[in-house]
């Protein structure tokens, strides 16, 4: 990563300037001439630094990896107010992750979002590295810190292969309770307490030794396609990641591009028997209602917010474990409002229920673990264009303990057993990456 250093020394010699003593924001982007001679996930598994983020865009085409906090925000409001404080600096970009219940009105919610002090990112074949600094105080104090800081990057390694292997597994709800809980819905259900409700497990399992989280992401990358790839991580032993083929949101100035991703079968390595598992998906009633009720979600959701909406006929995602139904939803937005679209529409009724209230209290009071950053959202905002997935297929790196998490919409038709076996599937996405044997039963259809 030569072309790297040399930026960075360039960096070096602009910030030994002289800075007025006073609050500011400053930013310098410089372009890579070439492709940087490692991945961006390399670079930044390198990085002795915390927070950092990474974050592949579904289509391959955009990728970012991101270090030190310039400055940090508990809420996307905060982060929004941010942003419009300083229209002369159109290219600040906010990264992080929203947690599950992020979205409650009160601006004490801890989610993860910060302003970086480098952004590495990747658009196309075209490569840039930005630097900003932010004080409120004292824009002399912060290009000292950042110099500092630029000390402390190193250059990239290749990443370690995945050695650990799974000791033990120990799942929450375990499936004797899940099939108590799916029941438990069904009569809620029943009652019309609410038409659908996505409940989760969480499985912890031990490993033989304590995982690379950037290597397990690049591990991911490689074989779960058509997916967003992102990973936060905290500490060198702490990363929330996953591999979602989920977006929230994309907006694009005032077009908000959304979708309705529900509804499940299992794929199959040959193409004829994973068609005709679409093709049963595509007519079957309970994964057509489950998909619609996050239609209707959405459209209500969206309601004063946006207008001229538009939904897609539904269309079968085919990825490595499952197969999934999808209506695409575009819509025109009032006003370009990130923390309008974060608060209309996390958590959807994909990962929550229809009605969102009743579903998310049923969910706080049955479900026996705390979501924490699962079904949540990772991606950024900016003046111009954010983009937020759903964090799915995702899992938190502790260590020698890996936490695989996997939901399933439970609606009217819904079958415990079926379910528990839909949850195997999207936990596999990640689960065989370290158990290549690994084979959840193939679901009925
Ligand atoms: C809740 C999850 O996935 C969601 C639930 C789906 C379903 O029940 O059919 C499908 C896609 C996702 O919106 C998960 O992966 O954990
Ligand atoms: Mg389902």
Redesign the pocket.
């Known amino acids: 990563m030569k072309q790297i250093s040399a930026i960075i020394e360039q960096l070096d010699t602009r910030l030994a300037g002289k800075w007025p003593a006073a609050a500011g924001i400053r930013q310098f982007s410089y372009s890579l001439q070439k492709q940087p001679d490692t991945g961006l996930l390399e670079w930044l598994a390198a990085q002795p630094c915390y927070p950092k983020f990474y974050w592949q865009q579904r289509d391959g085409n955009e990728e970012a990896a991101v270090c030190g906090d310039a400055y940090s925000f508990g809420h996307i409001a905060q982060a929004q107010a941010f942003i419009r404080q300083f229209p002369d600096v159109p290219d600040l970009h906010i990264w992080g992750l929203n947690a599950f219940n992020g979205t409650a009105d009160d601006a004490s919610a801890a989610n993860a979002l910060f302003l970086p002090r480098i952004e590495l990112c990747r658009q196309g074949n075209t490569w840039w590295l930005r630097c900003t600094l932010f004080s409120p105080y004292s824009l002399q104090d912060e290009a000292r810190r950042t110099r500092l800081f630029l000390r402390s990057l190193v250059a990239s390694r290749t990443l370690p292969p995945l050695t650990s292997h799974v000791l033990q597994h120990q799942h929450l709800p375990a499936e004797s309770q899940w099939k108590a809980l799916v029941e438990r819905a069904l009569s809620g259900i029943e009652q019309h307490q609410f038409d659908k409700v996505?409940l989760?497990r969480k499985t912890t399992l031990t490993l033989s030794q304590p995982l690379n989280a950037c290597a397990f992401l690049a591990a991911s990358r490689s074989v779960n396609h058509h997916c967003y790839h992102f990973m936060l991580a905290f500490t060198a032993q702490q990363a929330f990641l996953g591999s979602s083929p989920?977006r929230l949101f994309l907006r694009d100035n005032t077009e908000l591009y959304t979708e309705a991703?529900?509804?499940?079968v299992a794929n199959h390595p040959d193409d004829q028997q994973a068609q005709a598992l679409g093709d049963w998906l595509l007519s079957d009633g309970k994964n057509q209602r489950?998909n619609l009720l996050v239609v209707d979600d959405i459209c209500q959701r969206l309601q004063g917010g946006a207008h001229s909406l538009d939904v897609t006929p539904a269309e079968v995602l085919r990825l490595r474990k499952v197969q999934?139904l999808r209506r695409n939803i575009h819509g025109e937005l009032t006003g370009p409002d990130d923390a309008g679209c974060l608060q209309r529409l996390q958590p959807t009724a994909?990962?929550a229920g229809l009605p969102r209230q009743a579903a998310r209290k049923f969910i706080a009071e049955f479900e026996p673990f705390d979501r924490e950053w699962y079904?949540g959202s990772a991606g950024y905002l900016s003046a111009e264009q954010s983009e937020f997935t759903?964090a799915?297929?995702s899992a938190m790196v502790k260590g020698h303990h890996l936490e695989l998490?996997?939901?399933?919409?439970i609606v009217a038709g819904s079958d415990a057993a079926q379910e528990w076996l839909?949850i195997e599937n999207?936990a596999a996405g990640l689960r065989t990456l370290l158990e290549e044997h690994y084979t959840p039963a193939v679901q009925a259809g």
């Open positions: 996505v989760a989920e991703l529900a509804g499940t489950e999934h994909a990962v079904a759903v799915l297929r998490y996997a939901g399933a919409g839909e999207k």
